[in-house]
């Protein structure tokens, strides 16, 4: 009984591990990835990614720049995935490491594309780490 039990209690502290977490709202001049949770995937489950979802606002609707949320996983550069000038946008997204079983450790962050002549501004990075 006492192994049923454990087993039982040891199944829950996983199922939590692998639910749904917030995502404090990202912002810059221009663009916020806001109402924003994350998800790192079984193994058995999309590449065992960390998948992100959330919604990218243009808050500068008339300033004729784009808006993108990039995230990447250990090991590789960023993914970038656009907004639409003057609208807020759904993403539902997961990156992942190809060459392995599961990512163990993710960034993100959320930036405003100023064109050629300008480097684009981006929100400070969040780092995530996977903890089992």
Known sequence: MAVAAGLFV???GAAVADSWQEIKPRSTDGSKFRDAKYLWEPKSSNHGGFHFK?????????DGHNVYVQAKVQGYGWNRFNGVQRKTVHLDQVVYDGAALYSTDAAIRVCRDRGSLRPDNCSPEL???RKN
């Open 54 to 62: 959330g919604d990218l606002v243009d808050t500068f609707p008339n």
């Open 10 to 12: 040891g199944g829950i």
């Open 127 to 129: 780092s995530y780490h």
